[in-house]
């Protein structure tokens, strides 16, 4: 709180928060504006919330003049938890191309939710480089997408993403812990095709062993079309 009266008389200024009264120590004007500070245990008495703040100066002769109207501000002392980070509906681990530049309006890659009216901060490191994206945070759910560029700056393989924010009164949350993805836009290539079954006369619902070879290691779910010329 900053102070301006007249010089030399007594100024006195009163804080009400929603747990108590502060009443500081009289400041001597000079006549220019002058700091009224607070100390950590008048930060514990008044507590946090609503702070509404009066003042009256004193001149020599004893004659008395309040603010025309009371101060108010809003003390917050308490450091934001960490943002939620979680996968948009639909994308799964590991992600491809579409799902990393998928559009916001469809969910983009990801969401992230932080304390209304806070900065959020969200990087992405991956195995070439790095992203990171700011933006203000609504109390919601808010979608990320990364561009094609983005995505061709982080590369193929391992990607981290870390969240954190900083509240409208500058306290500073911790960082997520990083969830771990990996980050594949190439599609496979079938190197080969075996047959691994002798020949002969096949009937109907008999199984035909098939060996594929792929340019990348399998994952499970992954399907691959085979198509038989009978």
Known sequence: VRVTGEAGASIGVT????????????????????????????????????VIVSAVQTDAA???QPIAAELTFR???????????????????PISLAEATQVAA??????????????????????????TRTLTATGFNQPIELSPAEVTSLGDGLLDVTARQVDPAGNDS???????????????TIYSRL?????????????????ITLSEPAVPGQQVSVLLNV
Request: no cysteine; aromatic share 2%; proline share 6%.
């Open 75 to 93: 003390l917050d002392t308490v450091a934001p938890a960490a943002p939620l980070v979680n996968l948009a509906n639909g994308v799964t681990n």
């Open 106 to 131: 469809a969910g983009g890659l990801l969401s992230v939710r932080g304390e209304a009216g806070a900065e959020l901060t969200i990087t992405f490191s991956g195995a070439l480089g790095g992203v």
């Open 174 to 188: 911790s960082e997520t812990a990083p969830m771990n993805l990996t980050l594949d836009t190439v599609d496979p």
């Open 195 to 211: 047959l691994d079954a002798p020949a002969g006369f096949y009937n109907a619902g008999d199984q035909i062993p098939i060996v």
């Open 62 to 64: 004893g004659n008395t």
């Open 15 to 50: 804080l009400t928060g929603t747990v108590g009264t502060v009443t500081l120590s009289p400041i001597v004007a000079n006549g220019a504006e002058q700091a009224a500070r607070l100390t950590s245990g008048d930060l514990n008495t008044l507590g946090e919330g609503l």
